[in-house]
C-alpha cells in the first residue's frame, strides 16, 4: 500500500478495511457490514441525518436498518467480530442512505472510524481494498500500469487496477456469470419491435405504391425504365426512414433523461445515470433506416413487376385457388407441423432451447398461412356487426376487401398481442408451479418457538398476532410428546395441530393430516414410530414429508394426553399474498415481542415466497411493458392502413355520402372495420399466447414442479380491451378526414 499511494501520481488514496460483525437490538441478533471511513473526495456513504465518525467509537448506520430497528443518532451499539470475542462498543453519530451495491444491501451497513475496525477484527487483517484519486491532467492508463508495477515490486501478487467504469463492468459480469444478460434480453425485445415495425411499414409502403398504381403506370409508358420507378420507391423510403430515425432517436433520448431525472428523486434508484454512447445512437439510426428500406423492397418490386398496361388492373391475392396462395399454405404447413412437432417434443422433454425453435418455426407458419384464414375469420366476425345496420355491413365488407392488407395488418398485431398473451400466460402459470413447490417445501409462512420462562400468555400473543396488518391466521401447537431414544428420531419434539387448524394455517393444500400417523420432515424415517407423551407412550405409523422445514406433528385427535409440561410450543402463521418484504420484517419483529423470544428465532418461507412473487411481478411488468411497444406499434399500423384505405376509396364514401349514408354512419363504419380488424388479431394472438405460454412454462419448469396450465383470463381481457379501444381511437382520425370532405368534392377526386 505504501508504495501505491506514494506514487507521484497519487494525489489521495483510501485503503478499505471491512469485515462482518453481530449486533442486539430489541431482543434480536441481526448482521451487519462493519468498514472504515474515508477521506472525503472518496466516501461514497451519503448522510441523511447527523455526522459522520469524527472521534474513536463512534459509527453510522444506513436509514433502512435504522428505521427497522428503531434506532436513531445517539442510539449505542455492541459491536461483535472475530467470532463474537471482539466487541467495540459505538455510539451512533449519523445515518446514510443504504448502499446499492449488491454484495452488502443484504446486510446492515455501517461505516465507522478505525478504533472500531481495531477492536473487532482479528490482528493482521489486512486491507479489502484500495482506491486512489489521480492528479489532475494525469493519463489513466499509464498511471494505472505505473501504480501496478510499483506494487508488484513491493510484493503485491498480480494487482488489478480498475477505473470506477471497469469496476461497474467486472461486477455486473460476476453478478450475470460473464454475460451481460439484461442486455441479451432487452435486445431480444428491440428485435420484436424492429419485425412488427417491420410489417407495418412494408404494409403501408404496399398500400402507397397500390393507390400510385395508374400514376407510376402512366410513368412507364412516358418512358420511364423499370429501374427508375424502383429506384424512386427506394428512395423514398431512405428518406422517410432517415428522418423518421433521427426523430426516434432523439424521442428514445428525451425519453431517458426523463426516466432517469425521475429516478434520481427515488432513494433506491438514486445511483441511475444517463449513458448515450455514439454506438446507440448510430444503431439506432442505420437499424431504423435499414428497417425502411427492406420494408419498402417488396413493394418497390411490386411497382415494376406487371407491365405498365396492365397495371391498371390489381393484382390477384395470394388464395387456395392460385398458385401463390398454395406455395404460401405449403410451406406454412410445413412451418407450423414442424414447429408444433417440436414445441410439444421440448415440452415434454423439458427442453427449452428446443421449445423455443419449435415455438419460432410454428409462428412463421402462422404467419404464412395468416393471409389465407385471417380474412375468412374477419368475415365470419363481421357478422356480429350486422345489428349495427348499413355501417356494419359495409364495414364488413371492407374489412375484406383487400384481403393481403387485412391480413399484414392484423398480423403485426397478432405478433405483438400474442407475445404479451404467452408472458402473461407463462408468468400464471409459472407462479402457480412455483407456488404449490414453495407450498409443499415450505407448508408454513412463519414458525416460532413460544418462550418457556416469558410471562406472556400464548392465548393471548395468538390474538395480538392475528390483529397484525399482514396476518392472515395464527395458531398454537401445543408439543404434546417427544419421539422415543430408541426410534432413529428419538428425542424430537412432537407438536399437535387440528385438522381445522391444518387446513387454515398450511401452503400445501394437499398435506391433510389425519387421526393416527405422526408427520416427520424429510431427513427423517419411516415405519412405525414411538411417541412419549404425558400419559404414557403412542405407537402411530410415521409419513415422512417432502420438506425439511416443519417439525413432527400429529393431527389433535391422534394424542390426547394433553401438553408436556415445561416444553414450549410452537407457533405457526400464515400471511396474505399482499404482503411485502418490509412488511414481513415488521411482522417478524411484532411476532418476537409478543411471544416475548428473539426475533432471529422467527423463521419461515415467508420471505423466500415474497422474493419469488417480487422477481415475477417485475419480470412480468417489465417484459410486458416491453412488448406492449410492440403492440403500440402494430395499433399505429392499424390507424396507418385506415387512413390510406379512407385516402383509397375517397371517391366511393363521398358517393356513400351522396346516396343517403351521414358523417355519423361513416364513422360508424369506419369504427367497425378498425373493431374487426383489431378484435380478430387480439382474440387469435390470445389463445395462441395461451398455448404458447402453458408449452413455454412446461419446458422450462416441468422438471422441478408440477406445471398446471394457469389462465390470466382478467389480464387477456385487459390486453383485447387495449386492442379493441386503440383500434377505435385509431378510426378517428381517418373518420374526421373522411367525414368533412363533401359528397361534391370527393367525388371530384381523380
Known amino acids: 500500500m505504501d508504495a501505491a499511494r506514494s506514487a507521484p501520481a497519487v494525489k489521495d488514496h ?51 436498518t435504522a428505521e427497522h430497528l428503531g434506532l436513531t443518532v445517539g442510539s449505542t451499539l455492541e459491536l461483535h467480530g472475530g467470532g463474537s470475542v471482539k466487541t467495540a462498543k459505538v455510539t451512533v453519530t ?60 513491493a510484493g503485491a501478487d498480480a494487482p488489478v487496477l480498475e477505473t470506477a467504469q471497469e469496476k461497474v463492468t467486472s461486477t455486473v459480469a460476476m453478478l450475470s456469470a460473464g454475460q451481460d444478460q439484461l ?69 428514445a433520448m428525451g425519453l ?49 413487376s406487371v407491365a405498365p398496361l396492365a397495371a391498371l388492373r390489381p393484382a390477384d391475392d395470394a388464395t387456395v385457388g392460385n398458385r401463390r396462395g398454395n406455395v ?20 415434454t422433454t423439458v427442453s427449452l432451447l428446443v421449445a423455443l425453435l419449435g415455438g419460432a418455426v410454428s409462428f412463421v407458419g402462422i404467419l404464412l398461412c395468416s393471409s389465407l384464414f385471417i380474412p375468412t375469420v374477419v368475415a365470419l366476425a363481421g357478422r356480429l356487426a350486422a345489428p349495427a345496420g348499413v ?38 402459470t409459472s407462479r402457480q408451479a412455483f407456488n404449490a413447490t414453495l407450498a409443499e417445501n415450505y407448508p408454513v409462512d412463519l414458525a416460532a418457538i413460544t418462550a418457556v420462562d416469558s410471562s406472556a400468555d400464548p392465548a393471548e400473543a395468538i390474538s395480538r398476532i392475528k390483529t397484525l396488518d399482514g396476518v392472515s391466521n395464527a395458531v398454537l401447537l401445543p408439543a404434546v410428546g417427544t419421539l422415543a431414544e430408541s426410534t432413529p428420531d428419538g428425542g424430537r419434539t412432537v407438536y399437535s395441530l387440528s385438522s381445522g387448524d391444518a387446513a387454515s394455517i398450511l401452503r400445501d393444500n394437499n398435506l391433510k393430516p389425519g387421526p393416527g400417523t405422526v408427520y416427520l420432515p424429510e431427513d427423517s424415517a419411516g415405519g412405525r414410530a414411538t411417541i412419549t407423551t404425558a400419559a404414557g407412550t403412542a405407537s402411530l405409523d410415521a409419513k415422512v414429508l417432502r420438506t425439511r422445514h416443519v417439525p413432527a406433528f400429529v393431527e389433535s385427535l391422534s394424542i390426547t394426553a394433553g401438553a408436556l409440561p415445561e416444553t414450549p410450543g410452537m407457533v405457526w ?86 346516396l343517403g349514408l351521414t358523417k355519423g354512419q361513416l364513422r360508424g363504419m369506419l369504427a367497425i372495420e378498425a373493431v374487426l ?48 379501444v386503440a383500434g377505435l381511437l385509431a378510426s378517428v382520425i381517418p373518420a374526421h378526414r373522411a367525414a368533412r370532405l363533401s359528397p361534391v368534392e370527393g367525388l371530384a377526386t381523380a
Open 328 to 347: 404460401r399454405l405449403a410451406l406454412g404447413l410445413i412451418a407450423l407441423i414442424g414447429g408444433v412437432s417440436l414445441l410439444i417434443f421440448g415440452s
Open 14 to 64: 483510501y485503503a478499505e478495511r471491512s469485515t462482518y460483525v453481530t449486533f442486539v437490538v430489541g431482543g434480536g441478533e441481526q448482521q451487519g457490514r462493519l468498514r472504515n471511513t474515508a477521506p472525503s473526495p472518496l466516501e461514497g456513504a451519503t448522510l441523511s441525518s447527523g455526522s459522520m465518525p469524527s472521534q474513536p467509537f463512534e459509527a453510522v448506520i444506513d436509514v433502512k
Open 94 to 153: 449519523g445515518l446514510i442512505q443504504a448502499t446499492n451495491d449488491p454484495f452488502s444491501s443484504s446486510a446492515a451497513q455501517l461505516v465507522a472510524s478505525e478504533s472500531v475496525l481495531d477492536a473487532v477484527q482479528d490482528a493482521g487483517a489486512g486491507y479489502s481494498g484500495l482506491q486512489f484519486v489521480l492528479q489532475p491532467d494525469e493519463d489513466v492508463p499509464a498511471a494505472k500500469e505505473y501504480i501496478a508495477h510499483r506494487m508488484e515490486a
Open 256 to 304: 431517458m433523461t426523463g426516466l432517469v431525472a425521475w429516478a434520481k428523486t427515488q432513494p433506491e434508484q438514486a445511483f441511475a445515470t444517463l449513458a448515450i454512447p455514439p454506438s446507440a445512437i448510430i444503431a439506432g439510426l442505420v437499424a431504423g433506416t435499414l428497417l425502411t428500406v427492406v420494408a419498402a423492397l417488396v413493394p418497390a418490386r411490386a411497382a415494376t
Open 391 to 428: 355501417p356494419g355491413k359495409l364495414a364488413a365488407v371492407n374489412a375484406t376487401r383487400n384481403p393481403a392488407r387485412t391480413s399484414a395488418t392484423a398480423a403485426a398485431l397478432l405478433i405483438g398481442v400474442t407475445l404479451v398473451s404467452l408472458m402473461m400466460t407463462g408468468a400464471a
Open 183 to 251: 442486455t441479451i434480453v432487452l435486445l431480444a425485445f428491440a428485435g420484436v419491435a424492429i419485425l412488427v415495425s417491420t410489417l407495418v411499414v412494408a404494409n403501408t409502403f404496399s398500400v402507397l405504391v397500390a393507390q400510385r398504381t395508374r400514376e407510376l403506370a402512366l410513368l412507364r409508358c412516358l418512358g420511364a425504365g423499370r429501374s427508375q420507378i424502383r429506384g424512386s420507391v427506394m428512395l423514398e423510403a431512405l428518406v422517410v426512414g432517415f428522418v423518421s430515425s433521427i426523430l426516434g432517436v432523439l424521442a
Open 573 to 658: 402463521v400464515k400471511l396474505a399474498d399482499s404482503v411485502s418484504s418490509e412488511q414481513v420484517q415488521a411482522i417478524q419483529k411484532e411476532i418476537a415481542s409478543a411471544l416475548g423470544v428473539h426475533e432471529r428465532t422467527v423463521s419461515g418461507a415467508a420471505i423466500e415466497r415474497v422474493t419469488f412473487n417480487s422477481i415475477i411481478d417485475v419480470l412480468l411488468l417489465v417484459v410486458t411493458g416491453l412488448l406492449g411497444v410492440a403492440v403500440v406499434i402494430a395499433l399505429i399500423g392499424v390507424a396507418n392502413t385506415l387512413s390510406l384505405s379512407v385516402l383509397e376509396r375517397t371517391r366511393e364514401n363521398s358517393l356513400l355520402r351522396a
Open 677 to 724: 380488424v383489431a378484435g380478430v388479431a387480439a382474440v387469435l394472438g390470445a389463445g395462441i399466447g395461451i398455448v404458447y405460454g402453458w408449452l413455454g412454462a412446461q419446458a422450462t419448469l416441468g422438471g422441478v414442479a408440477d406445471v398446471v396450465p394457469a389462465v390470466p383470463w382478467l389480464q387477456l381481457l385487459a390486453v383485447f380491451g387495449v386492442a379493441v
